[in-house]
């Protein structure tokens, strides 16, 4: 035996194999640490914040509802815990929706108070009318040359909804259902930013006005329902013309009596 060499009986270590060696863990196993042989553990996936955002979400939608409805009313400050209380939720997520509605320009923010809901006239309400008129109306005329018939016959679903929606009388549920209907015609253009900012004038201008003119009636929504349904025959009909001539009343029927935007 070579000089320094100590055999397993002077030690007390059983002697190791060569094929056992391979077989033992080295030292950064023994440590708790990853080798290049060992499949490492998946990481733990995130826990999603779904709660919050979806109690967020119902209650902005709750609160376009009763803006829509008129339950808001305009000039009125609302604290987010009455609103919290009303709705069966904290402050919290009431705060958070009541800000969105802020960059809306629904309400406005009163410090140490709540929101104000905004107090819209009737000159404004036609504005917008006139803006939508502006932007929508050239993208219809232009889908109108453009989209088969077969596709407008598509949306008729949404248009009878509207009808439906109207003869409740209920004002929220038919702008709810006004909004899809025009939200899936210039969905057609294909351009989404399109549809976000026509779609944004459009909820704006479903707020009932104060000091102007009375909310419209069960008769004025029918009668604007009915016009989607006429919208949609005559583009699948593809009468130009008709057409031209319907989307010119629709837009100024929605700008009520003071409405700017005339024939289109």
Do not use: K
Not at 55 to 80: F, H, I, N
Not at 205 to 223: F, T
Not at 243 to 261: I, N, S, W
Request: charged share 25%; glycine share 10%; aromatic share 4%.
């Amino acid at each position: 035996m070579r000089e320094g060499a100590q055999s397993s009986a002077e030690t007390g270590t059983p002697a190791v194999r060569p094929a056992q060696a391979a077989r033992m863990p080295g030292p950064a196993a023994v440590r708790g640490e990853h080798t290049h042989a060992e499949t490492p553990l998946p990481r733990p996936r995130p826990r999603p914040l779904v709660q919050r955002s979806s109690v967020r979400g119902q209650v902005l939608d709750a609160l376009r509802t009763a803006l829509a409805a008129g339950e808001l009313r305009p000039g009125e400050v609302y604290s987010a815990p009455a609103l919290g209380e009303r709705f069966g939720v904290s402050a919290t997520p009431v705060r958070e929706a009541m800000q969105q509605l802020a960059q809306e320009g629904a309400v406005e923010v009163v410090p140490n108070r709540g929101f104000r809901v905004v107090e819209r006239g009737a000159r404004e309400l036609a504005e917008l009318a006139e803006i939508r008129a502006l932007l929508e109306a050239p993208v219809l005329l232009r889908l109108s040359r453009t989209v088969p018939a077969e596709r407008w016959a598509e949306l008729r679903p949404l248009a009878e909804a509207t009808v439906r929606a109207a003869s409740s009388g209920t004002r929220a549920g038919y702008a709810e259902a006004d909004r899809a209907f025009h939200r899936a015609v210039l969905a057609l253009a294909g351009n989404e930013q399109l549809v976000r900012i026509a779609e944004d004038l459009h909820r704006r201008a479903q707020w009932p006005p104060a000091g102007g003119p009375a909310p419209r009636g069960r008769a004025d929504l029918i009668a604007d329902a009915h016009q989607h349904t006429a919208l949609l025959d005559a583009l699948i009909a593809g009468d130009r013309d008709l057409v031209r001539t319907l989307v010119g009343e629709h837009f100024a029927t929605e700008g009520g009596a003071g409405g700017l935007g005339g024939p289109v």
